[in-house]
């Protein structure tokens, strides 16, 4: 079975809410258009494709998340939205502006904690805002404000290692927000936390997405993260690399832990696995050399 023979219950059909919702994004402005994105690695224009005709239209305040297999290409594509790496071929548009090169309108958060050590956790969100120019005493009260969104205030003056790795990613959030990016770019950010404090991670950024003007575009292997937070995901594959679909998430909002078992949920998840985990087929699994280790009598069930 295809991935695409997978239906998805149609939102239209049982969630007008959901599908209202849509509508009302698409009216929205096109913040991030990228056209024909192709990277590749090797000499004389790349013998590797990670990706090829990468396109899509991504609009202001989407929640985008990026699925696919390792190696597909999601931090090389995270990268060269964020300007840190060059595509090969194609264009990147933020807000009509040709991407060139690393800048303020765009945010990044990694799966590493990426924190000035040295610094206090306020000197920390304040050192971007002191970058571009701000006077001391504003920089000083937009970081407060900024670690009151993230429910951090009382830590203001810890150091970064006298946190937790749920409060550290917190304060980074923090950190690439207080430069008021157009664009947030999230590589899989809480992929180092555990599973309590990960989901709790991603309900505090569903929190600041609805208060901050912010588009995110997050990065994740995790399926159940991508249909928890996503308003639309975008599934990467490999060999050949490239984008396989570009789903609407069907799971209506505000979301919860208890739509896990949704319907809705477990379609998209289940169309999901089939693009990242394509069921290994009995033939194939007959090709499997099955050489027995064991001894008669102790046979499993
Ligand atoms: N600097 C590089 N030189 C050569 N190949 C690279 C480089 N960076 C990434 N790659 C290759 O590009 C592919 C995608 O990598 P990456 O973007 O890290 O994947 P993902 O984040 O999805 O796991 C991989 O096959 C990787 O080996
Ligand atoms: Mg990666």
Redesign the pocket.
């Known amino acids: 079975m295809s991935p695409s023979e997978i239906r998805l219950p149609d939102y239209r059909d049982f969630a007008p809410s959901v599908a209202a919702r849509f509508d009302r994004i698409r009216t929205r402005p096109v913040i991030l258009r990228i056209r024909d994105l192709k990277k590749s690695?090797g000499a004389n224009g790349g013998t590797?494709v990670?990706f090829d005709r990468l396109s899509i239209d991504i609009h202001r305040r989407e929640f985008i998340c990026a699925v696919?297999?390792?190696?597909?290409?999601?931090?090389?594509?995270a990268r060269i939205v964020a300007g840190l790496d060059e595509a090969s071929a194609g264009e990147i548009l933020l807000d009509g502006q040709p991407v060139a090169g690393p800048g303020p309108d765009r945010g990044m958060v990694f799966q590493g904690y990426t924190l000035f050590p040295w610094l206090t956790v306020r000197s920390n969100v304040m050192f971007g805002l002191l970058m571009s120019g701000k006077a001391e005493s504003t920089a000083e009260s937009e970081a407060r404000e900024w670690l009151d969104m993230v429910g951090l205030s009382k830590f203001e003056h810890s150091y970064p290692h006298e946190l937790s790795g749920g409060m550290k990613q917190r304060v980074a959030i923090a950190r690439a927000l207080a430069n008021n990016p157009r664009i947030l770019i999230m590589d899989e950010p809480f992929g180092a936390l555990d599973a309590q404090t990960r989901a709790q991670m991603q309900h505090y950024l569903v929190q600041i997405w609805k208060k901050v003007d912010v588009t995110i575009l997050f990065?994740t292997h995790d399926l159940d993260e991508a249909a928890f937070l996503s308003d639309r995901i975008l599934v990467?594959g490999a060999n050949p690399g490239g984008v396989r679909e570009f789903i609407e998430n069907p799971v209506p909002r505000p979301r919860s832990a208890a739509q896990f078992i949704s319907p809705e949920f477990l379609a998209l998840k289940k169309r999901l696995e089939h693009h990242i985990h394509p069921p290994v087929e009995a033939e194939a699994a007959e090709k499997l050399s099955m050489i027995k280790l064991t001894e008669a009598g102790d046979e499993v069930e």
């Open positions: 690695f590797h990670v696919g297999p390792s190696g597909c290409g999601k931090s090389t594509f990065i990467m």
